[in-house]
């Protein structure tokens, strides 16, 4: 049986996602959400932050301003991201390989004046 006939169920990964210092306000003024992923994308590689941030600004983002959380297919300038605890660039930023009960932090550190 070919992969595409086996469907889109399979393995899923749960993973936290936060969103704080203002972003929550995209998402529809909640910080935290549990989401399950595919294990792997379509082309049968794990799953990455490169296809997360899109499936966020589909499935979770409230507010029709696309451009506040994504610039240029990645995330905007301002906004710190926290894998595990740790930031994205010591984690192959949007290369990292998601992982079951992995926590991504969305931080913008963005303020008006």
């Known amino acids: 049986m070919s ?4 469907g ?3 393995p899923t990964i ?10 929550e306000l995209l998402f529809g003024n909640e ?4 989401v ?8 049968g590689n794990p799953t990455n932050i490169a296809y997360l941030l899109p499936y ?3 499935n979770l983002m409230q507010d029709q301003r696309k451009e506040m959380f994504i610039m240029e297919d990645n995330v905007r300038p301002g906004i710190l991201v926290l894998i595990n605890d740790a930031d994205w660039e010591l984690e ?10 992995d926590t991504i932090v969305f931080v913008s550190t963005l303020h008006g004046g």
Do not use: N, W
């Open 56 to 58: 966020l600004v589909d």
């Open 31 to 34: 910080r935290k959400h549990k």
């Open 14 to 23: 749960p993973i936290t996602i936060e969103f704080t210092g203002g972003l």
């Open 36 to 43: 399950s992923l595919p294990a792997s994308m379509e082309d």
């Open 92 to 101: 192959g930023e949007e290369k990292y390989e998601l992982q079951a009960g």
């Open 8 to 10: 889109a169920a399979g």
């Open 3 to 6: 992969d595409a006939a086996k």
